[in-house]
């Protein structure tokens, strides 16, 4: 990696140990890349970062504004490599970079593990959750690619604009009799941010971004100068503002302007105004101005014939209510330990299915689940069935840690089913320790000993053992000590004194008949 000993590194290193080990990066991961089986590559990089090695990560490299077109990062599977625009880096909160090397790690992952490319906007998705944020299901129809000129070469990349802001109109005030042709009239704007609050930026502005604006030039055009900016932004010079009538009913803000430290930004913080010029009278008719983001869901607010007319509607997106599997925890968390209590959960369907919906439940980690499978059928679809875990025990010092248990909707399941992802179960595996009930192996040093005409009750030489739980030693020869003669004296016996094992020969006829 490049400049391995920058903080903005290791705090990236650091995040990724703690997501591995809490089991949050391998559940973002298999959602956001869509993953139905779990591929062994993956395995390996969350093994391999839970005990910080760090090895495989993609390399990293800065490139200018220009070189990255504006966006924060992009990452080019030909090399494997990340990108990062060093220009916004400069200013960047280290929240805001390390959201920013997670999308692009989750563009990584999918070139890894996939053969072609996840649905939509995989990085973000990853990036959303590993922060424990939903995302819009618009970011599933997404394209993210673009081209970037790095060194003299066209290079296919997968990048985080930076446009993550939402943008939304302020209701207007019209008169009652309306707006005449000729006639000026304001329409507020501003944008929800969605990704930053760290802080740097405390207060959440917004910091740049675009929204296209969409109306009909023969009702409407942007006056002169019709773009003022809210109090306490000035225009960013790294962008250009192009709003206007370009013979596609279409116009477009880009970088709206860059706050000053000292903004506030409540709920009605307006970013800017536009100020329109009516080509027509909008008394009889009434003209939609509409606001929208390329390929997401459109704001618009209606410009009627009086106040009481007007309609606005300023939310992106709808929320689609279909068939889900719900987990059901008890207490809201599943525990196990290592000498031998047990945890359950419990899963449901949501919506009766047209057909069985069979829930696969597998994995990775030092938990062992029972069932592996669970049925629901078109009757007992709302009836809870139980999953119940056991931790094993594997004898390593570990202290407490979390593995992932992983479902997926089998196929030949009920259709509206087959594509519904189920969220992961975080297990917490307690590991049973001195004091707790448990009971570690004890260590014992190699030894080895000579038999030479030895005598009987001659004295052999000594087996050391510890017991990490300070219990007592029992010593046994369990193999080689064979009565011969079978006279019930076997040859050797093992004498314990403390941690030691003294070895005496006890029969010198079993040794004799030996040879």
Do not use: C
Not at 226 to 251: A, C, D, F, K, P
Not at 333 to 355: F, I, K, M, R
Not at 398 to 406: A, F, K, Q, V
Request: net charge negative.
């Amino acid at each position: 990696m490049l400049i391995s000993l920058n903080p903005l590194f290791l705090t990236w290193e650091n995040a990724l140990t703690e997501l591995a080990n809490s089991g949050r990066l391998f559940t973002a991961a298999q959602e956001a890349l869509q993953l139905k089986t779990i591929p062994d590559s993956l395995t390996e990089l969350i093994k391999q970062w839970q005990t910080g090695d760090f090895s495989q990560l993609p390399a990293v490299e800065l490139l200018s504004n220009n070189s990255m077109s504006g966006a924060m990062g992009a990452y080019a599977s030909s090399g494997e490599t990340i990108y990062l625009n060093e220009d916004w880096l400069a200013t960047a909160s280290e929240e805001d970079a390390l959201a920013v090397l997670m999308e692009e790690l989750g563009h990584h992952l999918d070139n890894v593990v996939n053969e072609k490319d996840a649905a939509g906007d995989e990085g973000a998705i990853f990036a959303s959750l590993l922060q424990g944020k939903d995302f819009r299901d618009q970011v599933r129809e997404e394209d993210d690619r673009a081209t970037l000129e790095i060194n003299g070469e066209s290079v296919t990349v997968e990048q985080a604009d930076n446009f993550k802001i939402t943008p939304q109109l302020v209701e207007n005030e019209i008169t009652a009799d309306g707006i005449q042709a000729g006639e000026t009239f304001e329409i507020e704007f501003l944008f929800e941010d969605l990704i930053t609050n760290s802080e740097s930026n405390p207060n959440g502005v917004v910091l740049s971004g675009y929204t296209d604006v969409l109306f009909n030039p023969t009702s409407v055009l942007l006056a002169e100068n019709g773009i003022s900016y809210g109090e306490g932004y000035t225009t960013n010079q790294t962008g250009e503002n192009r709003l206007g009538n370009n013979g596609e009913q279409v116009g477009r803000v880009s970088e709206v302007g860059a706050a000053t430290s000292d903004v506030n930004a409540p709920a009605s913080q307006v970013v800017f105004t536009l100020t329109f010029e009516a080509q027509t009278d909008f008394t009889l008719d009434p003209v939609t101005i509409e606001a929208e983001k390329p390929d997401e869901p459109k704001n618009l607010i209606t410009i009627a014939s009086s106040d009481e007319d007007q309609t606005r509607n300023t939310e992106y997106g709808q929320e689609t209510i279909g068939p889900a599997v719900n987990i059901i925890e008890s207490e809201g968390s599943t525990e196990v330990s290592e000498d031998g209590a047990t945890d359950s959960y419990e899963l449901v369907l949501n919506s009766q299915p047209t057909a069985d919906v069979t829930i696969e439940i597998s994995n990775i980690g030092q938990v062992s689940v029972e069932p592996t499978s669970l049925t629901f059928t078109p009757e007992n679809w709302d009836t809870t069935q139980v999953v119940t875990v056991t931790a094993t025990d594997d004898n390593f010092a570990e202290g407490e840690h979390t593995t992932p248990i992983n479902h997926s909707v089998a196929d030949g399941s009920a259709d509206e089913y087959l594509d519904v992802g189920i969220s992961n179960v975080a297990a917490n595996i307690i590991e049973v320790q001195d004091g707790e009930g448990g009971n570690a192996p004890p260590i014992v040093e190699d030894t080895t000993f000579t038999i030479d005409n030895e005598s009987l009750f001659s004295f052999l030489g000594e087996i050391v053992a510890s017991d990490p739980d300070g219990d007592f030693l029992e010593f046994t020869i369990v193999d080689g000590n064979e009565d011969i003669d079978g006279d019930g004296i076997p040859p050797f016996v093992i004498d314990p004194f403390e941690n030691i094992g003294e070895i005496f020969v006890d029969d010198i006829d079993d040794l004799q008949l030996a040879d």
